[in-house]
């Protein structure tokens, strides 16, 4: 759900101030920048009782008597019925309100300061969230433009469907406003500045125990988390609209889970897609280097080849715990040329092209999982990300991959395609260079993000190998949107440096967009092999490097 325009249906009692308190309310002193805009639908449980009546401690005695017991009163609460909610707006009135309108039914008093008055943004937040009620924000001025016109009108009409009854404006032009604009029905008192001890009669509503609200850290937002903690909600403010990027946030959503999300901002995207970013970062399980995107942030330096193989690359040339040791050396020489984390990485070929056709017919040898999983599992400890990397002859990416679903489901293992080997009959290994079709491709990268999402895993890394753009057909269509795959072409030519970077710059024409770029090392092919300095000074300078 998202909470933006028109004014929904809410439902719940209020509880309203006696008259003899009216005047004894404190006036805090707050601060906000914003602007206001339209309303939101959906109220959802509502706390109290089945009707919505007084509790006894709220203004009311056991037997739900509003003029009995002590003269105390609280508003009513509300989390919103979907799993997860986006409150849209930009402003900081915008999204003032729009949390007021998600969390709350009613509420006896609220709290206004001027859009733009930042000198007492804080007393106020603390007023709101220790009395238990909304903080809002009214235009800044007189109100006479159509939009800051607009925006009070909205605040207006907030007031009205809370039935509040006392209003506690912070500063003069707050002030001001509240007592030249009115809400309608009922038309609430304006509380004098230093009004007393009177605000002992509000109480804090009860904690919204199974909601979180999704902040950005911003200044815009600081009037709705006040609002959001006021009605007693668990904040957790994220310095990126996609939580997975934020440690921090990951840590904190793990905590204590979230079942219930609302999201201040129009930032954090659909309901839908937040509710997936959620359910990933909620895990708590975070990618090599911290967080549960790939980039940026993070560079990968990676041994290629296959274990107990020699031939085919630096990562067989040595036993499992010395390949670990190796990959990280190889990474540390690119940390000091790298603003980003530098990942050491495995890149294992997982199926190998072959000469013979073999019991399936296919010429591709498929390793087992078993004997890969003990790579991957050291890797895992050790803080390295692993490639599966496929070179699936006669048979398509896809069945292959699925084939290697167990080791996919690891929140550090990514797959790499190769075309080169990939072949049609009567094609033969070694004797002509392979190629896919985009939708070859992309099949394989739906069911990738598809098995992503619905394990809640980290961000997945998908490699295109190619040094020829005959080996991808239809390239162009090759698709890259994917919140939960990271598409990167990975430049195989080996040669002179003239060669190689011919091969980048063929590559780059009209590749498509948002692909993510590597560069292959060749400790052998190469004339001479590219030091860790001549490798970055590639243009981009590539985020996944990998030696064979």
Not at 96 to 116: E, F, I, K, N, T
Not at 354 to 374: I, M, Q, T
Not at 479 to 485: E, F
């Amino acid at each position: 759900m998202i909470f933006n325009g028109g004014c929904g249906r809410w439902t719940g009692a209020a509880r309203a101030i006696p008259a003899r308190s009216r005047s004894r309310l404190l006036m805090a002193v707050l601060v906000g920048v914003l602007a206001v805009a339209g309303c939101t639908s959906g109220a959802t449980e509502q706390r109290g009782d089945a009707g919505g009546g007084p509790k006894a401690g709220a203004g009311a005695d056991a037997g739900g008597n509003a003029d009995a017991g002590p003269k105390q009163v609280q508003a009513v609460t509300a989390v919103p019925k979907d799993a997860t909610t986006v409150v849209a707006g930009t402003t900081a009135a915008q999204l003032a309100l729009g949390a007021s309108r998600a969390l709350y039914q009613r509420s006896p008093a609220a709290v206004l300061v001027a859009d733009g008055d930042r000198a007492g943004l804080a007393k106020a937040t603390e007023t709101a969230e220790r009395l238990g009620v909304p903080l809002l924000v009214t235009p800044a001025a007189g109100g006479g433009a159509t939009g800051s016109s607009a925006a009070g009108d909205a605040v207006r009409a907030e007031l009205s469907r809370l039935k509040v009854r006392t209003v506690l404006p912070v500063g003069a032009r707050a002030t001001a406003w509240a007592r030249q604009h009115p809400a309608a029905s009922p038309s609430p008192t304006v509380a004098p500045n230093a009004s007393g001890d009177a605000v002992a009669g509000i109480r804090p509503p009860a904690p919204l125990k199974d909601l979180v609200v999704l902040a950005l850290d911003q200044p815009a937002g600081q009037a709705a988390t006040a609002t959001a903690r006021a009605g007693g909600a668990r904040v957790v403010r994220t310095s990126t609209a996609d939580p997975r990027a934020d440690g921090s946030a990951i840590t904190a959503l793990a905590k204590d889970g979230a079942p219930r999300v609302l999201a201040l901002g129009s930032a954090f995207g659909t309901a839908d897609q937040l509710r997936d970013r959620v359910a990933v970062a909620a895990t708590g399980v975070q990618l090599p280097g911290g967080g549960q995107l790939l980039f940026p942030g993070r560079r990968m330096v990676a041994l290629y080849g296959h274990p107990g193989s020699s031939a085919l690359g630096s990562l067989g040339q040595q036993p499992l715990a010395d390949a670990i040791a190796r990959a990280k050396r190889v990474a540390a020489d690119y940390q000091p040329l790298s603003k980003e984390k530098v990942v050491p990485a495995f890149e294992i070929i997982t199926t190998v092209s072959s000469a013979s056709a073999g019991a399936d017919g296919n010429y591709s040898s498929e390793a087992p999982v078993s004997k890969l999983r003990p790579w991957v599992d050291a890797a895992h400890r050790e803080g390295l990300y692993v490639v599966l990397d496929l070179q699936p002859g006669y048979t398509d990416f896809l069945t292959q991959a699925k084939q290697y679903a167990p080791l996919l489901a690891l929140p550090n293992v990514g797959l790499a395609l190769d075309p080169e080997w990939r072949l049609v009959p009567p094609e033969r290994p070694m004797k002509v260079i392979g190629s896919v079709q985009a939708a070859e491709i992309n099949r394989t990268t739906e069911w990738l993000a598809d098995f992503t999402r619905t394990h809640h895993l980290p961000q997945k890394l998908l490699i295109l190998h190619q040094f020829k753009l005959s080996m991808i057909k239809n390239r162009s269509d090759v698709r890259t949107g994917y919140d939960d795959i990271q598409v990167l072409i990975h430049a195989d030519g080996f040669g002179t440096p003239g060669q190689k970077f011919e091969t980048w710059k063929t590559l780059h024409r009209d590749a498509p967009a948002g692909v993510r770029w590597g560069w292959k090392n060749f400790y052998r092919a190469d004339s001479p092999t590219f030091t860790p300095r001549q490798t970055m000074d590639v243009d981009p300078a590539p985020l996944f490097v990998s030696y064979q």
